[in-house]
């Protein structure tokens, strides 16, 4: 399923302030200071990009914003992009929030999650260490601040699994390329709506990633369903076991004893009647 875009904004704001973080999280027509601009007939989504340092977020959210890829690698501390998207007929401004991935941002970066739709979690596919750090990081940031707001799974810069340079430092280091594969069994370890990759470079699945951004805004996977299903499995499981395992988990009644004993027939001596004499 694709969605539209008409045009493209450019209105980025670079800003280190937690100020400027704290104005970003407005939404379209609720806050009379916001400048994100358009009208207000245009509902206002949300998708922030969160991940470690120097994954590609910023280039990922450049290339889809403005359709060129970044000449100059700028470390990001705050960043806003609006594009506008056509879904069902319907004008809607997405604003894509770019964060920074370093520690010393770690107090100041959850400014910009309040009123969030949708987040995507970014790791390299040739950074094993931020693979890594997914799930001993992000979530737990995620979880802790947005509980309820769903995340997809974002694998960036795959057009280094073929780079020689890149091949040969994690030969180096003893690492390869993380696979497709990888991404989705994190996806599924996380709870993450779904998994997806692409090249800031190329452009590789890179319209992808957005439009499930905005398809999980507006049809969310309910937890309820995945609840469901692993209850489901869960039902047959029990049954394999009951199966195959009978003995533990069905317990027939046997009789106390496996003596036999035979019936004891009794009888009585016949009633004698006495006469007077």
Known sequence: MGFGRSRRLSNSS????????????????????????????????K?????DGAVGKTCLLMSYANDAFPEEYVPTVFDHYAVTVTVGGKQHLLGLYDTAGQEDYNQLRPLSYPNTDVFLICFSVVNPASYHNVQEEWVPELKDCMPHVPYVLIGTQIDLRDDPKTLARLLYMKEKPLTYEHGVKLAKAIGAQCYLECS????????????????TIFHPKKKEETLLRVSRLLLSYLRWLETHLHPIFR???????????????RTWPERTSFSAP
Do not use: H, W, Y
């Open 14 to 45: 670079s800003t280190a302030t937690a100020a400027g973080a704290a104005r970003m999280n407005c939404k379209e027509g609720n806050d009379s200071s916001c400048s994100c601009g358009g009208s207000e007939e245009k509902k206002m989504l």
């Open 200 to 215: 800031a470079l190329t452009q590789k699945g890179l319209k992808a990633v957005f439009d499930e951004a905005i398809l």
């Open 251 to 265: 317990r027939e009644r046997q009789p106390a004893s496996t003596t036999k004993f035979k019936p004891v027939r």
């Open 47 to 51: 998708c922030v990009v969160v991940g």
